[in-house]
Nanobody, 127 residues
Framework: QVQLVESGGGLVQAGGSLRLSCATS????????MAWFRQAPGKEREFVAR????????LYADSVKGRFTISGDNAKNTVYLQMNSLKPKDTAVYYC????????????????????WGQGTQVAVPS
């Protein structure tokens, strides 16, 4: 069973930065792509960003575009989310997800696109 291990969350002041990391437990696991979602208290889980290993193609939610950057290190089988200019509305539990199978008919922004999920890491930006 593939496990995704997240790290890098924490408490940061508005305007600050954090970098989240997500590593897969199985070095031989080859995913199609990986993504970050987040869930704020009382809200549904929402898409944040997605990275495809082939070509390094990225996709962002409008709410984080220009502030967040997703990237991947193929050698380490790890994906990162660099978060800059953080705002209180970015406060949430951030989840890493990995897509193992091709699902061309499913949008990259949907949670059912992904097969494996991390346990989540808390990001708090006090107002």
């Amino acid at each position: 069973q593939v496990q995704l291990v997240e790290s890098g969350g924490g408490l940061v002041q508005a305007g600050g930065s954090l970098r989240l990391s997500c590593a897969t437990s199985e070095r031989t696991f080859s995913s199609v792509g990986m993504a970050w979602f987040r869930q704020a208290p009382g809200k549904e889980r929402e898409f944040v960003a997605r990275f495809r290993w082939s070509g390094g193609i990225t996709l962002y939610a409008d709410s984080v575009k220009g502030r967040f950057t997703i990237s991947g290190d193929n050698a380490k089988n790890t994906v990162y989310l660099q978060m800059n200019s953080l705002k209180p509305k970015d406060t949430a539990v951030y989840y890493c997800a990995a897509q193992a199978q091709q699902r061309p008919s499913v949008s990259d922004t949907r949670s059912d696109k992904y097969d494996y999920w991390g346990q989540g890491t808390q990001v708090a930006v006090p107002s």
